[in-house]
């Protein structure tokens, strides 16, 4: 299993308090995500990294932002947690090398609840 | 823009029966494609990928797809289920170059019945 680490695993938090979820990776991959799990919508991107500092929007960035001061950590903030915000959030990595696919790989999930 | 489109947000199969999960993507240019798996409570465990190698894709646990160009499809299927098979799926589609993020389905749930 791809060394992936997401912390922490479970949280409840209260409509408006800030929430930071982290995510460590032990492959030394470039490219890292964060995804949020919600029934019926699959997976969607909420920001990725492609380098230390180097970070961009996905589809469903509203609310959130990110950071990456070193290569292995990527942090996820709710600066004002909402309860649309309760979710599954999934933190991936990939690694792009000449002809490969970008695969991703995953790590465990963090399970968000805001009451 | 890509997209992926999977057919059936639940299929029910009996042990021992073939299974078929349907994915049908959208790309402006020749993609990659994978299949993922999720089981309750875990991470997705990627189970195979297309990379224009080869059309039939053979991955873990028994499972294999076919990249059909013309039908835009890359269903994913297994001969026999096993009730360990039940978890839910996931196509993703990824258009390479520079675009280096993966669109995926909205996933499949299997069910494998005794």
């Known amino acids: 299993d791809a060394g992936i680490t997401q912390s922490p695993r479970h949280k409840v938090t209260e409509t408006g308090t800030p929430v930071t979820l982290r995510c460590h990776q032990t492959?030394?991959?470039?490219?890292m995500y964060w995804y949020r799990q919600d029934p019926g919508h699959g997976l969607r991107l909420i920001h990725y990294?492609?380098?230390?500092?180097?970070?961009d929007k996905g589809e469903v960035s509203d609310g959130y932002s990110v950071s990456r001061s070193k290569t292995e950590d990527f942090l996820l903030t709710l600066e004002s947690a909402t309860s649309s915000q309760t979710s599954v959030y999934f933190c991936a990595i990939s690694e792009r090398e000449t002809g490969y696919a970008y695969e991703q790989y995953f790590g465990p999930g963090t399970r968000l609840t805001v009451t | 823009a890509q997209s992926v489109t999977q057919l059936g947000s639940h299929v029910s199969v009996s042990e021992g029966a073939l299974v078929l999960l349907r994915c049908n993507y959208s790309?402006?240019?020749?993609?990659?494609l994978f299949w993922y798996v999720q089981y309750p409570n875990q991470g997705l465990q990627l189970l195979l990928k297309y990379t224009s190698a080869a059309t039939l894709v053979k991955g873990i646990n028994g499972f294999e797809a076919e990249f059909k160009k013309s039908e835009t499809s890359f269903h994913l299927t297994k001969p026999s289920a096993h009730m360990s098979d039940a978890a839910e799926y996931f196509c993703a589609v990824s258009s390479g170059g520079s675009n280096y993020k993966l669109t995926f389905g909205k996933g499949t749930l299997l069910t494998v019945n005794p």
């Open positions: 990294s492609y380098g230390v500092k180097d970070t």
């Open positions: 492959e030394n991959h470039r490219y």
């Open positions: 790309s402006s240019v020749p993609p990659y």
